[in-house]
């Protein structure tokens, strides 16, 4: 799907909504101009997104109905630096890192499209290593707070649904991080090698591959980032 | 039905995706065991269900011994009847019923009755069928596993489900539960994004989304509805397993257990009953509409007539999956949750009514002056109809909620499950193994052998479910493994559930007929030829019988009409495939 050209059927269509219903209803694609892998990542995505909001649901549930009094992120999430404590200065940090990486991938598609391989790879590492960033300071943040006390089953300063909502919820985003890592890497590799320009088969699937994947990886990537804004109004500042 | 062209070459669109390269296996391997191609992984799923749905039907015998001769089989005590009750059901709803619809005939009929090749993905595909069958042997294990399998219900409330008084609540069994079902989500999402992709971006010229066959209609959408309804399920299942190993209590509150109080606190069981159910009530639709949809296929093609009222078929299915995502509270109307919950939820439930009844009405004129041919694919059709609204009008009573408050927990509530996603879409599987088995073998089944198994079957299942309506309707709870001196329950009751058992039992021996029947016609049954029961649509139309891999040779087919045109007047036949340019000319491929 390197060139995007607009598909000629050949056949009149209707004008507004109506042709907008007969392109959907008509033969061969429902979403003209979109390949497999693309609608695959979308509806995949889709189905995530329900994950996430079952995940964020329930912690708001327990939040609202707990009768002990929730730990306040500000201060739990504080790191004491120069004398003071600054409320969630670390979680600032990891969003921003983690928001910027997006930058780069969208950059990184921008280039593969390009057919340059060179700052396609070099864009898709630099945001690997962000993503890596992000999780190492996740786990940074799990550690201080496991030294201060903090379990699934409980916490020293008010309800335990705090520490188990915070451990299950982040470390399903960090898991998605890491996978997303370890495939960037995987397809960063591939760019580089020249798979893409020479039509050299997946060793699993036999299948080639293009320069679309490198679009199908940031879409992944760009969610995961998207869940992180949800997680960090929900989590942290409410 | 404004579809048929006259000029059908002329509305023939040019190819818009190059014709996809096929992975072409090498060795036995992968040709039948690690094969990528649809046909062999939906037969891999269908055989793997239907093995583990033997399992289950064996588990129902000894619930039903227990329920009809109480006290006379000493192996089967409280905690045993709890697991088999738990395992029976989980198995039939999900690693049964779902497998089989979705990955099972999902595999088979989609890549075909669209006109593609394979699926999209086809090294997803196989790993999906390989997740699930991991998944069952996750499950068949708890069967091994100290403490044994969990009694929890399959609906696994919580906070009974992980406690020590449940069987294997504080053993594997809970546990190997859980990972089951995490696996076989992951599985069926892999499955689950294949079809939904080939249906939407995979089909060939000419097939539009309203000249498909209802089957896929069907399909697609419980598809779309799993892959949006099973995340809940994923999550309930994470965060009980979190409840369960790491002390967390997300749906735990403060309880004492054996005079001893327990450190969970401030969890919320309603939360899980919410998640469970934000996924079985979709689930029920996922199970039935692949149902509809096949059920649809065979009325029309064993009663030579076009579907009644084709869109508005489609747009009952698409508007039932939409409408199951707002109505699954009303399996909660016990659980204390506010009344205008119930009040609303009533409502929803009792709005699925409406495009559920124009799929009956559409059925059933469908057949109105049909040219009824009563071939055993045809008698399991009629007998889901039958089915399922005697099934339906029971979900009318439960879906209220001051006629549900009384018979919540009875067998009134089994009676109506079983009947309407039970038996009905049971019915709609053998009709369509029968309906599809030449196409897959070549060959035909034996006539004697199926009318037998329909016949056993059928009445088999109203003589059990039909007494349970009023089992419970006397108010026999659910789940009591004996009834014991009970004093407001009648004698007759202890009558009929020692005829319900026998009636069980017969109609599980039935079943053997049918597996004998699949296996003997393989190799004795006479030649089928490619379109025994000359049918429209596009499997039928394969160049060779089975179809190969690849599905259509060297040219993929051309689709010039919907899958309907039966009995049309002035046709050289009584049907005429959905390949078939008639009146016009082929389009230039």
């Known amino acids: 799907m390197a060139e995007t050209t607009v598909t000629h059927t050949g056949i009149p269509r209707p004008e507004g909504l109506r042709g907008v219903a007969a392109d959907w209803s008509s033969d061969q694609r429902a979403f003209k101009n979109v390949s497999w892998g693309k609608a ?21 549930t327990a939040r609202m109905s707990t009768k002990v009094p929730w730990p306040n992120p500000s201060e739990v999430f504080a790191l004491h630096i120069g004398g ?86 982040t470390g399903f985003h960090g898991t998605h991080v890491t996978f997303g890592v370890i495939f960037l890497l995987i397809i960063a590799r591939k760019v580089w090698r020249g798979d ?33 804004v949800f997680i960090f109004a929900f989590f942290y500042l409410w | 039905m404004v579809d048929i062209t006259p000029r059908a070459a002329d509305a023939i669109a040019p190819a818009e995706v190059p014709d996809v390269e096929l992975y072409h296996p090498h060795s036995w391997w992968t040709t039948y065991v690690f094969s990528q191609d649809a046909k062999v992984i939906a037969i891999q799923y269908a055989g793997t269900a239907m093995a583990i749905g033997m399992v289950a039907l064996v588990l129902s015998w000894l619930m039903r011994l227990q329920l009809g001769f109480p006290g006379t089989f000493d192996f089967i005590t409280p905690e045993a009847y709890y697991q088999f009750v738990t395992m029976h059901g989980m198995i039939m709803v999900i690693y049964l019923l779902t497998a089989l619809f979705l990955g099972g005939f999902g595999n088979y009929l989609i890549p075909l009755m669209v006109g593609a090749r394979d699926m999209v993905f086809p090294y997803v595909n196989m790993l999906s069928y390989w997740i699930y069958l991991l998944a069952v042997l996750v499950l068949v294990a708890s ?227 049909g040219d009824i041919h009563l071939t055993i694919p045809m008698l399991f059709a009629l007998a889901f109809i039958v089915t399922f609204v005697n099934g339906g009008l029971t979900g009318l009573f439960l879906g209220n909620v001051v006629v549900d408050v009384p018979l919540s927990d009875t067998m009134f509530v089994v009676a109506h499950f079983h009947m309407v996603m039970g038996v009905a879409p049971i019915m709609v599987v053998f009709g369509a193994i029968y309906h ?21 079957t059928f009445v088999g299942a109203y003589a059990i479910f039909f007494p349970m309506h009023y089992v419970g309707l006397v108010g026999v709870p659910r789940r009591y493994p004996e009834l014991g001196e009970t004093a407001f329950i009648p004698d007759s009751v202890h009558t009929l559930n020692a005829f319900i058992t026998v009636a069980a039992l017969i109609v599980g021996f039935a079943q053997l007929v049918f597996l004998f029947n699949m296996l003997w016609s393989l190799r004795y049954g006479r030649d ?42 002035g046709a050289p036949q009584d049907f005429i495939a959905q390949n078939d340019p008639w009146p016009g000319k082929a389009a230039p491929a």
Request: glycine share 10%; aromatic share 18%; charged share 10%.
């Open chain 2, 143 to 369: 069967f091994f596993a100290p403490g044994g399998p969990t009694g929890a219900g399959w609906t696994l409330y919580p906070p009974q489900a992980i406690l020590s008084g449940t069987p294997g609540g504080q053993q594997a069994g809970i546990l190997l539960m859980l990972a089951s079902l995490i696996l076989f989500i992951i599985g069926f999402t892999m499955g689950g994004l294949n079809y939904v992709v080939t249906v939407l971006q995979g089909r060939t010229r000419g097939m539009t989304l309203m000249r498909m066959p209802l089957t896929v209609w069907g399909i697609f959408t419980a598809t779309v509805m799993a892959l949006l309804a099973f995340p809940a399920l994923f999550v309930a299942c994470v965060m009980m397993l979190f409840d369960r190993l790491l002390g967390t209590s997300f749906f735990m509150p403060a309880l004492v257990e054996m005079g001893e109080q327990l450190s969970y606190g401030g969890g919320s069981p309603i939360l899980f009953q919410h998640l469970f159910w934000f996924f079985g009530h979709p689930e029920v639709y996922i199970v039935a509409l692949p149902a509809f949809g096949i059920v649809s296929d065979l009325i029309s093609t064993h009663a030579r007539k076009n579907i009644f009222g084709y869109r508005m078929m489609v747009w009952a299915i698409v508007g039932i999956g939409a409408l199951s995502f707002i109505v699954w509270a009303h399996h909660m109307y016990v659980s204390g949750m506010h009344p205008w919950f119930g009040f609303f939820f009533a409502t929803t439930t009792l709005i699925i009514a409406i495009p559920t009844a124009i799929k009956v009405y559409n059925w059933v004129l469908t057949l109105w002056r």
């Open chain 1, 196 to 228: 893409y320009d020479t039509g050299r088969r997946g060793f699993f699937t036999s299948r080639k591959g293009n320069y679309e994947s490198v679009e199908i990886m940031g879409l992944y990537w760009h969610f995961v980032d998207l869940v992180w």
């Open chain 1, 84 to 169: 003071q404590n600054i409320p969630l200065i670390l979680i600032a940090i990891m969003t921003f890192v983690l928001i910027s990486s997006s930058g780069t991938m969208a950059m990184a598609v921008n280039f593969g499209y390009r057919r340059d391989r060179r700052k396609t790879a070099i864009l898709m590492l630099l945001t690997a290593v962000l993503g890596a960033t992000f999780v190492g300071m996740q786990a940074f943040e799990w550690t201080k707070l496991i030294s201060e006390g903090v379990r699934p089953w409980g916490n020293p300063w008010g309800a335990a649904q705090f520490g188990s909502s915070f451990f299950m919820i």
């Open chain 1, 40 to 60: 695959m990542m979308w509806i995949f995505l889709l189905s995530d997104t329900f994950i996430f909001g079952c995940f964020l649901l329930s912690y708001m």
């Open chain 2, 436 to 456: 599809w088995y030449p196409k897959i073998t070549g060959r035909m089944f034996s006539e004697w052998m199926g009318q037998f198994h329909f016949w056993v």
């Open chain 2, 528 to 569: 089928a030829g490619g379109n025994p029961w000359r049918a429209t649509s596009l499997e039928w139309q394969t160049p060779t019988t089975p179809p190969p891999h690849g599905n259509w040779g060297k040219q993929v087919p051309l689709v010039y009409r919907w899958a309907y045109d039966y009995s049309v007047p």
